[in-house]
């Protein structure tokens, strides 16, 4: 008598989630960040000195310029679907990054005017319905244009031109990380934030190994 009750039930209950008019959530994308800078503080330096003989005047002289970030990220893309397609599988496009939310462990008078650093990309992050695949790449998270905005002569004046032996960090940051994109297969939009720190500062160079 209760194997028959409990059958009973059973299909009770699963004529009622079929029954019209409930309905059936679908499962949704899901972009995932897991990794950023291999969970590592980003050290982004200010200026990056050099030194070239001048022949004319038998001299060395120093130059600098505003160097540009890079920084490896890893993404992943779970998209079950209603069946993932054999020849066009899901993937995510990921056609925008952006970092957003500056939180400054400076006072806030003291700290510089941050702005929305934006980077474009055309990166594809194929889907894994298993969550076992990922997908790893480098951006340019602080291009020099926006160092020069944001630390220049312009900005807070805070980038140093003529002494590459200096070591000085100006602030520890945390930030916002948003990666934005598009699955044409399930057209749909996807999209993907997480912190990370950045230590901003004009770190030590030396001048006869430019870039590096």
């Not at 926006?146 to 200096?166: Q, R, S, Y």
């Amino acid at each position: 008598m209760r194997r028959s009750l409990f059958r009973l039930l059973t299909v009770v209950a699963v004529a009622g989630l079929l029954a019209p008019g409930c309905q059936v959530l679908e499962p949704t994308p899901a972009l995932r960040i897991l990794s950023i800078n291999g969970g590592s503080t980003l050290s982004s330096d200010l200026s990056d000195f050099m030194q070239v003989f001048n022949k004319e005047d038998s001299v060395w002289e120093t130059f600098y310029q505003v160097p540009s970030d890079s920084m490896k990220v890893e993404l992943q893309y779970v998209e079950i679907g209603a069946g993932l397609p054999t020849v066009t599988p899901y993937e995510a496009i990921i056609n925008e990054v952006t970092i957003t939310k500056f939180n400054s462990s400076l006072p806030p008078d003291d700290a510089p005017t941050y702005t929305t650093a934006t980077l474009d990309l055309n990166q594809h992050v194929s889907s894994d319905p298993a969550g076992k695949k990922t997908t790893t790449f480098w951006i340019t998270p602080f291009s020099s244009w926006w160092k020069e905005k944001v630390f220049g002569a312009d900005g807070a004046g805070l980038i140093n031109e003529d002494e590459p032996t200096t070591i000085e960090v100006i602030d520890l940051v945390t930030a916002t990380l948003t990666f934005k994109g598009y699955d044409p297969v399930a057209d749909r939009d996807v999209e993907a934030s997480g912190e990370f720190q950045v230590q901003f500062g004009n770190l030590y160079d030396d001048p006869s190994r430019f870039g590096k």
